[in-house]
């Protein structure tokens, strides 16, 4: 009788060790899924933040371009200024 008590307790027991194992093995699925998705929606994003840096970098490298155009502008006009002050600066001492 202890034998036969014995193994419908350990049968009872492997049987809840199973169920609770597939419980888990459906939440471990679950939670598989859902980070696969989330890594998905990042890979995505990544993405789209790489082509928006391409995007900001060549519009400042276009900025860069033009600023030293007009810096090269400024000083091309600076160049034929001093020469008019110091004239005018001349005549306001005399």
């Given at each position: 009788?202890?034998?036969?008590?014995?193994?419908?307790?350990?049968?009872?027991?492997?049987?809840?060790?199973?169920?609770?194992?597939?419980?888990?093995?459906?939440?471990?699925?679950?939670?598989?899924?859902?980070?696969?998705?989330?890594?998905?929606?990042?890979?995505?994003?990544n993405?789209?933040?790489?082509?928006?840096?391409?995007?900001?970098?060549?519009?400042r490298?276009?900025?860069?371009?033009?600023?030293?155009?007009?810096?090269?502008?400024?000083?091309?006009q600076?160049?034929k200024?001093?020469?008019?002050?110091?004239?005018?600066?001349?005549?306001?001492?005399r």
């Open positions: 009788m202890t034998r036969k008590n014995t193994w419908e307790t350990l049968v009872v027991a492997l049987m809840l060790c199973l169920s609770l194992t597939a419980c888990k093995d459906t939440k471990t699925l679950q939670e598989n899924e859902q980070l696969k998705s989330q890594v998905a929606e990042l890979q995505k994003e993405g789209q933040l790489g082509n928006n840096l391409e995007t900001v970098t060549a519009a490298d276009a900025l860069s371009k033009e600023n030293e155009a007009l810096r090269a502008q400024i000083k091309g600076n160049t200024r001093p020469a008019k002050k110091a004239a005018s600066r001349k005549r306001r001492r």
